[in-house]
């Protein structure tokens, strides 16, 4: 599948809903930011049923903003497939690749354990609750994060231009984490998945960059602890 076709002004109320939305969430992390998380969360089943109540509430809010227009959230196959894996493996070595530089620049805090959720050591007598928010984490997240970003962002952006669409997407993904020093590697993220949506045309490769990710940062955490 080639790029993304040429734009078209989207409806006002949708974008509206969208930007209110992601706007509005983005405040409310900031405003949460110094609620630190607990590295015990993932070996709880408490946080995968939480989690996935609010994915499903995240998930009807990206399909009624879509009703009847379900083409903008760009939810199609991988076709070339080749083609998509390649531009989703080029997308992972950048994503490795900033991390790697982020990593070097002197901060307050590593961004990767900021939000206080990266597990410090691996607990065996926890590990069906790891089990099951490693689904979480590396499958409804980017799943739905996909969806409200690249999916449906993306596609009412699209009418500003391929890169302004691609670096608002970003700057609004990192931001919606409520995180500092984790925009360093976030809005690059952002940007990149964008761009692999941009050139494929469809928001699965990079559901499946972002479920590396996710999953590559919780397996790696407990595996060199």
């Known amino acids: 599948m080639e790029a993304d076709a040429a734009p078209?002004?989207?409806?006002?109320?949708?974008?509206?809903?969208?930007?209110?939305f992601v706007v509005t969430y983005a405040v409310a992390a900031y405003a949460q930011r110094n609620?630190?998380?607990?590295?015990?969360?993932v070996y709880k089943y408490s946080t995968f049923a939480n989690g996935m109540v609010f994915y499903?509430?995240?998930?009807?809010?990206?399909?009624?903003?879509?009703?009847?227009?379900?083409d903008l959230l760009a939810l199609n196959g991988l076709?070339?497939?080749?083609?998509?894996?390649?531009?989703?493996?080029?997308?992972?070595?950048?994503?490795?690749?900033?991390?790697?530089?982020?990593s070097l620049i002197p901060l307050p805090e590593a961004p990767g354990k900021e939000q206080g959720l990266t597990p410090s050591h691996w607990q065996a007598s926890h590990a069906g609750a790891f089990a099951a928010n490693l689904v979480l984490f590396?499958?409804?997240?980017?799943?739905?994060?996909?969806?409200?970003?690249r999916g449906l962002g993306q596609s009412l952006l699209r009418f500003l231009g391929r890169a302004p669409s691609m670096v608002?997407?970003?700057?609004?993904?990192?931001?919606?984490?409520g995180l500092v020093e984790g925009l360093l590697v976030l809005i690059p993220f952002g940007i990149i998945?964008?761009?692999?949506?941009?050139?494929?045309?469809?928001?699965?490769?990079?559901?499946?960059?972002?479920?590396?990710?996710?999953?590559?940062?919780?397996i790696l955490a407990v595996a060199f602890s």
């Open 8 to 20: 078209t002004r989207p409806s006002p109320a949708r974008l509206a809903f969208w930007a209110l």
């Open 35 to 41: 609620s630190r998380g607990n590295p015990d969360a």
């Open 56 to 70: 499903a509430l995240w998930l009807g809010v990206i399909l009624l903003i879509a009703v009847n227009r379900f």
């Open 79 to 102: 076709r070339p497939w080749g083609r998509s894996l390649r531009l989703a493996a080029i997308a992972i070595g950048a994503i490795v690749a900033c991390e790697l530089v982020v």
């Open 138 to 149: 590396a499958v409804a997240a980017p799943f739905v994060e996909e969806l409200m970003f």
């Open 168 to 177: 608002l997407v970003g700057v609004t993904f990192g931001l919606d984490h």
């Open 193 to 218: 998945v964008a761009w692999v949506r941009d050139r494929t045309g469809s928001v699965v490769p990079g559901m499946l960059v972002h479920a590396v990710f996710n999953g590559g940062t919780l």
